[in-house]
């Protein structure tokens, strides 16, 4: 099992007017961080919207926070799979401080729908086996 990994510095952008970090930020962060993966898997964004039949919308998100992250705080985003069923698949994301303190998680389960129908669908077999690849079995 391999992780997702993704470095990253909290900017001015990501912030409130107190330099730390707000809620919709962790997942702005998610988000990002999920595109990226996401390409890693040889299945980018416009792959999907441009040529695949499906299209995986986020179904559920939730979020706790254990440290605050504040302007110019480097961080390590780990993102694994930690879910896939039949037409749904969960991803974690796990954000570190440098000092390797856990800071907070996100989760995002994502639907497998088809695009025509917008009903949903399995899952396909090479999606599947990219993810599996990710896959942290708890």
């Given amino acids: 099992m391999a992780s997702f990994k993704r470095r990253s510095v909290i900017r001015l952008k990501d912030t409130d007017a107190a330099g730390i970090i ?6 702005v962060f998610a988000h990002e ?20 039949s499906f ?13 605050m992250l504040k302007l110019e705080d480097a961080i390590t985003i780990v993102l694994n799979v930690t879910g896939i ?10 954000y570190y401080l440098e000092n390797q303190e ?24 090479e999606l599947r086996q990219a993810l599996k690849k990710y896959e ?3």
Avoid: N, W
Wanted: aromatic fraction near 14%.
């Fill in 85 to 94: 069923g039949t037409a749904s698949f969960t991803l974690g994301y796990d």
């Fill in 102 to 125: 856990l800071a907070g998680r996100v989760k995002t389960v994502h639907a497998c729908i088809d695009k025509a129908t917008l009903k949903k669908m399995p899952i396909p077999e």
């Fill in 55 to 67: 299209s995986l919308p986020i179904v559920h998100a939730e979020s706790d926070y254990h440290k």
């Fill in 22 to 27: 707000f809620f919709l930020g962790y997942f």
């Fill in 33 to 52: 961080t999920y595109e990226l993966f996401l390409e890693e898997i040889g299945y980018s964004l416009r792959r999907i919207i441009e040529q695949e």
């Fill in 136 to 138: 942290k079995v708890t």
